[in-house]
């Protein structure tokens, strides 16, 4: 099993790297640092797998769009808070599986080898809380034509999710403020939402509807 790891703490990186050698079923490719180093991995080499440090927070938006671009990697979170919508998120953003902060080397080989098979062994709560996401998911009233953002109220809308307020979602994307207004009222009115904070929830909880696009900013 080919293994990339990354994380930002460098210390924990190497260390891993150390007790994955005593074992012959796991060979580690590279320890990088972030997620721009991944992608150059991914493409000069053939990983099985990759186990990105989540303790130290993680852009979903990216991980989503790698997890899109090489869908033959599984992506493992690692240090996941073992907490239901914190495993969904990462279900979400593209991860086939996690590793929870408390376990062990010895359960997290075992546990890269049951995800690179396609297995994942979770909590029964867990489980019920996956099968309800699914639940909700499959029963959510269909979003017609009319009613998808358009790629203009997506880039508001993932402006919305850090938290900008109107003027500076302005700056960002050079529109006067009656302009941005007018973006936000149709994001709310379309995902039904009833405020700005609302909006920050939903972009956490689901980065797709918001997909990082191609404009320009001044800074």
Known sequence: MNVIILTPVRLLGEGLAACFRSRPDICVLAVISDLSSLRDSLAATKADVVLIDVTQG???????????????????????????????????????????????????????????????ACPPEISGGLLRALFHEATAPETDGKAALTRRECEVLQLLGRGLSNKEIGGELFLSVATVKHHVHHVLEKLHLSGRAQAMHRVRDAPWIAPPSSFVSKK
Request: negative net charge.
């Open 58 to 120: 993680i852009d979903m938006f990216d991980v989503r769009a790698i997890a899109s671009e090489w869908p033959d990697v599984a992506l493992v979170a690692l240090g996941l808070n073992e907490q239901r919508q914190e495993v969904v998120q990462c279900g979400r953003a593209g991860f086939a599986g996690y590793v929870a902060r408390d376990a062990s080397i010895d359960t997290l080989c075992k546990a890269l080898s049951e995800i690179a098979a396609g297995r994942l």
